[in-house]
C-alpha cells in the first residue's frame, strides 16, 4: 500500500531536522531504534544528529527521490554544505562538498523504528583532496 | 501509486542478473539510460555488471528491503560474496564479504531509464584490510 502521509511524514520529520527542533524528534522516532542495525535510544539518534549538525553547521536534508508504502521510506537525499569539524573521518579544508545518502526507514505505529544509511563517503573523500 | 507488478518485475530483473542472462536485459532497461548521472546505452550497462560478474563470480543479488511505487523502486541489496578481481578499486585477498548496495531506479514506459547507487564501499575496504 502506498502511503501519501507518509510522504508528509518524512517531509515534517526533514523540517524538524532543518529547523534544528531534535527536542522534537520523538514524534517522529521511537524511543528505541536501530540505526544500521546497531540499537540505539532516541537520545542516542538525537546525539548521533547533533554531532552531524557540530560536525557541519550548515548541513541541511534535501530530497532528491522518495519513495514509499505504508511502513517504508527511501529516500535519496542531497547534500551541499561547508564541513567545518572532522565528518565520517575525513578532515574539513573549507570547501563546500556535494554528495549524497540513500536512507531506508522502517515504520512501526507510525514512527520510525528502523534506518539504514549509506553515505557516499567517496564522494566527499574525493572534494576534500582536491 | 503503489505498484506490486514493480515488485515483481524487480524480481524478475534481479534472477537476469543473477541467472547471468544479461543478454535478456533489454526487456527491463532502456537502450540509454543514466547510471549515477552519467549517461550509458544498455550496451554499457550490461558491461557494468559483466564487468562486477568477472570481478566477483559468485556475485548474488538479494533483496533485504524493497519499496516501489508506480515509477520507482528503491532497494537495499544485500550480498555475500568472494571477490577475485580488483573491486571498486579494492584488491582481493580472497576472503568473503558482506556489504550492502542502496539503489533508487526510475522507470518510464514499464523499463529502467535512470539509476542511482551507493555501494558500502567503506564495509567491503574494512573486511579486505583485516
Redesign the interface.
Known sequence: ??DAGNETFYSRYLDTLNDRRLGELGAFVHDRLTYNGKPMTLGDYQGLIAGDIAAIPDLRFDV??L???EH???C?LNFRCTPEREFLGLKPNGRTVSF?????Y?LRAGRISEV?S?????AIEAQLAE
Chains 1, 2 share one sequence.
Open positions: 500500500m502506498p532528491g527521490l519513495v514509499v508504502n517504508q521510506i527511501a535519496r549524497s545518502e540513500h536512507v531506508f522502517t539504514w549509506l553515505i557516499d563517503r567517496t
